[in-house]
């Protein structure tokens, strides 16, 4: 498909939505599931790209791993050959190798990795050539980057001969996600020690525990339906495989979306999403959540509600330039992104006077979440969204699920 619009529903939305299961568990989890030497039995792993090229690389004995646009992929992948001293080349599509590894690579080296870059300092493609322990267990890293490489190092830990002891310097970026793989490594039986007052980490040497584990569906997924009910006039979602107290820092949607109209009562097979009254305007820092920014984004331009944004600064180096993306796309809004502090606070703003005459077009960007989170503006007036394909990454059967509650159509 090139595009397809999607058209404002005819009658009261009505659903229960089976989501698909959340890619940031999955990858943690297959990654665990490779250094139990694949004992572990995992359920409900995810059908997201992401996660199928993760589970195909590590059954692979091919020596270039091209891990396409994935960057959990990639970053995680990257120190497992590395640690269990496989000889492998790492790339992916031109915007992957434009994505930089750096912080990553060094620290890998400092524990006795043998990495070379084939073209560019500190970004893809890169030759894994061997491991041999270095002895030294101290990583020092900054926070601020990327969570990935933090959970990258931290997953692998267990396998290193004196584990490994992390220290992050400045803000600590995305700190669930980091929460996350601790507390599935915790299950599967390493026993960690974060202190976040010092930003330190601890992982000992020990072996992960073969174990049964479950995969909660995606919060991610779940934060385009907590817009559609936002946005639509009258609606009632069910979304299934959702836990109250999940790993996943995107289920902060719960408390960003009651200022936005939507209350959320959990269910014994996950959660109900009903109407309210939502607030004029909201202010909320991302930096543990940074893959809700474009959908809040698009919700409060779409509802005239404004928008203070801070904590988006590692939306620059995503599948793409998610700042610039959304500035261009939600001009077609009659709405707008405005930096008031540099690379610090954003605002959205709104034009309640703007009439679109005929269906904005948005482009995508080769980025899964610019498809998904403007989609629901289609529950007001008509939208195109371009690359519609682009959703495999994360949400395979998005657009099916959207059909249960609307009509779109191919152009």
């Given amino acids: 498909m090139k595009s397809i619009l999607v058209n404002p529903p005819k009658q009261p939305i009505k659903a229960v939505i089976q989501l698909a299961a959340s890619k940031s568990e999955c990858n943690r989890a297959l990654i665990i599931n490779a250094l139990t030497g694949f004992k572990s039995e995992l359920s409900n792993i995810s059908e997201a790209r ?21 960057g959990t992929t990639m970053r995680f992948l990257t120190a497992y050959f590395a640690v ?3 000889s492998k080349t790492m790339t992916g599509t031109p915007r992957m190798c434009e994505r930089p590894i750096g912080i990553l690579v060094d620290a890998l080296r400092v524990l006795g990795a043998d990495i070379t870059y084939e073209k560019e300092q500190g970004y893809p493609p890169l030759k894994l050539n061997g491991f041999n322990y270095s002895g030294t267990n101290e990583i020092t890293m900054r926070g601020d980057v990327s969570s ?3 959970s990258a190092l931290l997953l692998i830990a267990p396998e290193l001969p004196g584990g490994i002891n992390i220290k992050l310097e400045g803000e600590v970026g ?13 299950y599967f039986g390493i026993d960690y020690k974060a202190d976040w007052e ?8 020990l072996k992960y525990q073969p174990k049964p584990y479950a995969i909660e569906s995606d919060w991610s997924g779940a934060s385009y339906w907590y817009s559609i009910v936002a946005l639509a006039e009258e609606a009632e979602v069910e979304l299934l495989g959702l836990k109250k107290d999940s790993l996943q820092g995107d289920s902060a949607i719960v408390d ?10 959990f269910t014994d097979g996950g959660v109900l999403l009903t109407k309210i009254p939502a607030a004029p305007s909201i202010g909320w820092d991302f930096t543990d959540c940074p893959d809700l920014a474009q959908t809040v984004a698009v919700c409060c331009a779409v509802k005239n509600i404004r928008l203070s944004m801070t904590g988006v600064e590692s939306l620059k180096i995503k599948e ?29 703003s709104v034009n309640k006077d703007a009439v679109l005459t005929t269906p904005p077009s948005i482009h995508t960007y080769d980025d899964h979440r610019m498809a998904m989170a403007f989609a629901p503006a289609g529950m007001v007036s008509p939208i195109i969204i371009e690359e519609p394909g682009v959703v495999v990454k994360s949400y395979p059967g998005y657009w099916k699920d959207l059909a249960k509650v609307t009509s779109w159509e191919e152009m």
């Fill in 50 to 70: 992401d996660s199928q090229t993760m589970q195909r690389l590590l059954g692979s004995g091919d020596h270039i791993a091209d891990v396409i646009d994935a």
């Fill in 84 to 86: 269990t001293n496989q």
């Fill in 148 to 150: 990935q490489y933090i």
């Fill in 174 to 186: 995305s700190k669930p996600y980091i929460e996350m793989t601790l507390n599935q490594m915790a």
């Fill in 198 to 205: 010092t930003n330190t980490i601890h992982v000992p040497p």
């Fill in 256 to 265: 960003i979306m009651r200022h936005l109209g939507v209350e959320s009562v």
């Fill in 320 to 348: 793409t330039d998610r700042i610039f993306a959304l500035q261009e796309e939600l001009k077609k809004l009659g709405a707008g992104l405005k930096e008031i502090e540099k690379d610090h606070l954003y605002e959205v």
